[in-house]
């Protein structure tokens, strides 16, 4: 191989060649378009002009010219690099690695989905399907077609959210609101075939309350529906016995006490022995040894009539609790607020994270 000739053009390329591992970020990307840049490139412009040299200096610069296009190109990628590492290193500066990592969160059901999925699913395995309506409903299915007279006090607007309070006559079934129970979703399943219906409905329900402890103007329920040939109140004993079985322990009492629904006939509450102290008497309970969970009774004959379901052949019962109620009977929660906003201090002891 013979030593590549010393033309002038090429010494003073190799200098710049040399200096290229010196240069900052702006001054490499200038110089990388001084030396190769497609149009005003110094080497690139020498490249092109090979043509019109003599043989002479095709001979002396062209394998020159060549080799350094190629040494430039290497020692610009290699300075490229160098910087970026230098960068890396600078902000990894302030890494402590001997510091111990954070805990990841891990996400969780909120208590009252887990108590709602629970009771869903011990009415499942009694033979329960569930149903589901929308939020939204009308006067005549959240009230009058559950056998309400119009003039009833819970339609009142201190109670009721209407959506369109000054649209349609109070009373004549058209106002528009958010449903205060889950109820209404029993005429929706009745209307939608005939009997037998044995559903579960769980959802959300609104009334015009403040958000106090025991309070909020947003709330679950679960709404249960039996309607079939035969069917009496010793079912709706019998099962909700059971399913109270199920949800507290084996160990837990339940007593009926009569109350008065519109849409049952008879109604009763159900009470199960105080969660917190067993049935001894404690504040939770107000010192009664008893817990109120549901509402029940025998669907009324007026409300299977305006479903156009024979009360002569199909009668039913019915049944309304709710979750978050239950939530804080279950776990001593003592004040409803706690089961709205979030706070990973009472959800993180529910759950996956509890476990
Ligand atoms: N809808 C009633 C309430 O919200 C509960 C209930 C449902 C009572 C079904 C009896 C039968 O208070």
Redesign the pocket.
């Known amino acids: 191989m013979t030593q590549m000739p010393d033309h002038p053009v090429l010494v003073t390329l190799r200098e710049r060649l040399a200096r290229i591992a010196e240069l900052d970020a702006p001054a490499l990307a200038a110089e990388e378009i001084a030396i190769l840049g497609r149009k005003q490139g110094e080497l690139t412009h020498l490249l092109r002009d090979l043509a019109t040299r003599s043989l002479e200096e095709k001979r002396t610069l062209g394998a020159g010219l060549n080799a350094l296009k190629l040494a430039f190109e290497a020692a610009i990628a290699a300075r490229r690099g160098s910087l970026a590492d230098a960068v890396r290193c600078e902000e990894s500066r302030d890494v402590d690695l001997t510091m111990p990592g954070r805990q990841g969160w891990v996400g969780t059901r909120h208590p009252v989905t887990l108590v709602v999925e629970e009771i869903v699913e011990i009415f499942h395995g009694l033979g329960f399907a569930v149903a589901v309506g929308p939020e939204v409903e009308n006067e005549e299915r959240n009230f009058l077609a559950l056998n309400f007279p119009p003039d009833h006090p819970a339609m009142d607007m201190h109670d009721t959210l209407y959506l369109d309070a000054q649209g349609s006559t109070p009373g004549a079934g058209g106002r528009v609101l958010l449903r205060?129970?889950?109820?209404p979703v029993q005429i929706r399943v009745m209307r939608a075939g005939p009997p037998p219906y044995r559903v579960v409905i769980p959802g959300l329900?609104y009334r015009n309350d403040p958000f106090d402890a025991s309070h909020a103007p947003a709330f679950t329920?679960i709404?249960g529906l039996a309607v079939d040939e035969g069917v009496s109140f010793v079912d709706l004993k019998a099962t909700l016995r059971h399913f109270a079985e199920r949800f507290f322990g084996s160990r837990v009492k339940v007593r009926f006490r009569p109350s008065f629904?519109p849409?049952?006939e008879p109604?009763a509450e159900m009470d199960v022995s105080c969660q917190i102290c067993g049935g001894t008497a404690c504040p939770a309970c107000k010192g009664t040894g008893w817990m109120e969970i549901l509402?029940?009774?025998m669907v009324h004959e007026n409300v299977l009539r305006n479903c156009d379901v024979d009360p002569e052949r199909w009668t039913g019962w019915?049944?309304?609790m709710g979750p978050h109620r239950i939530t804080m009977l279950r776990y001593g929660v003592p004040d409803i607020r706690l089961l709205y906003g979030g706070d990973m201090r009472l959800l993180g002891q529910f759950g996956e994270l509890g476990r």
């Not at 205060?180 to 109820?183: D, I, K, M, R």
């Open positions: 205060t129970h889950t109820s329900a329920q709404e629904f849409f049952t109604s509402g029940c009774g019915a049944f309304g």
